[in-house]
């Protein structure tokens, strides 16, 4: 598996208030997605690419986008608020092939939670076409008496719900290491084995820059996201046509646990 995470923009519609980043308004440059499929072809390896956000699909173009990549053989699995219009889902529906899609993941929000009807209608269509579908309801702790509702409108209907772990602080504590042991229990048994929930004590060997690299906004690629807050770690850029691919797994250096594995990739990357 060769897996590119690629965080296209870091513009979002919504406005979810334990999102992950801090959500600005525009890429700063915007390259041709011919001249993107080409970059990625001329590295000869078939890529999964992992596509987030914000919200993927105000990234220009992003059908066709999604249509061309996949139309060059790799795959793509896509992180999405589905606040497309059903309109848009028909054209990615026209040009992108089901058996190229890994996975569309979509999350169930505030926002979707409001007004729930859409959100059932078009994950209801992806299905009914083909696509592998799943939704996500992050776990904060201002939505535990909202969490189990949610799921039971979505089970009548056929749609999966994940449950995920909040990640970042509330009420003076940190998340997801400060959830009560019932919450633990309910929602995450995972997490009461002391893996992804803590940090590791030894670093982990993984194929970032090798096997995963990892691609922002500016299209800046990185071995993986907790080493791009350095620019000399990066080790290509799509528009200067570059990339500098290692050549087998490594020692991690990092001595905090791998915020990559909340992007369900390590089981995949990592050999711990
Ligand atoms: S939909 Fe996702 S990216 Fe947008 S605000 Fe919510 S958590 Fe953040
Ligand atoms: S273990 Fe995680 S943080 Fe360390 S190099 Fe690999 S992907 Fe990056």
């Known amino acids: 598996m060769n897996l590119v995470h690629w965080l296209v923009t870091l513009k979002c519609n919504h406005n979810c208030y334990y999102c992950f980043f801090k959500l600005k308004?525009?890429?700063?440059?915007?390259?041709?997605?011919d001249a993107i499929v080409d970059f990625w072809n001329n590295t000869n390896k078939?890529?999964?690419?992992?596509?987030?956000?914000g919200e993927p699909f105000l990234y220009p173009d992003f059908i066709d986008?999604?249509?061309?990549?996949?139309q060059s053989n790799h795959t793509i699995f896509i992180d999405t608020n589905?606040?497309?219009?059903?309109?848009?889902?028909?054209?990615?529906?026209?040009?992108?092939?089901?058996?190229?899609?890994g996975l569309i993941l979509a999350s169930m929000n505030n926002k979707n939670e409001q007004d729930i009807e859409p959100?059932?209608?078009?994950?209801?269509?992806?299905?009914?076409?083909g696509y592998r579908f799943d939704s996500t309801y992050v776990l904060h702790p201002l939505r535990y008496d909202k969490v189990d509702e949610t799921t039971a409108i979505l089970n009548r209907n056929n749609i999966p719900l994940t449950v995920q772990r909040f990640l970042?602080?509330?009420g003076g504590k940190e998340y997801p290491t400060c959830y009560d042991k019932e919450i633990l229990e309910k929602y995450f048994p995972e997490g009461l084995k002391d893996n992804c929930f803590n940090p590791k004590e030894k670093s982990a060997v993984c194929g970032?820059?090798?096997?995963?690299v990892y691609?922002?906004?500016d299209y800046e690629i990185y071995s993986c996201m907790p080493y791009s807050n350095k620019k000399e770690n990066k080790i290509g850029d799509i528009s200067l046509n570059k990339i500098k691919l290692g050549t087998g797994y490594k020692q991690c250096n990092l001595n905090t646990s791998c915020p990559c594995l909340n992007m369900l990739v390590c089981a995949d990357i990592i050999k711990l």
């Open 215 to 217: 691609v922002n906004p």
């Open 168 to 170: 970042g602080k509330y």
């Open 119 to 129: 959100f059932i209608e078009k994950a209801r269509l992806l299905m009914e076409k």
């Open 25 to 33: 308004p525009d890429n700063n440059k915007i390259l041709s997605n």
């Open 82 to 101: 589905l606040s497309l219009s059903l309109d848009e889902l028909h054209k990615f529906i026209q040009k992108v092939s089901t058996d190229k899609v």
């Open 65 to 70: 986008l999604c249509g061309k990549l996949t």
């Open 46 to 53: 078939i890529w999964d690419f992992k596509l987030t956000g």
């Open 208 to 212: 970032a820059g090798y096997n995963y």
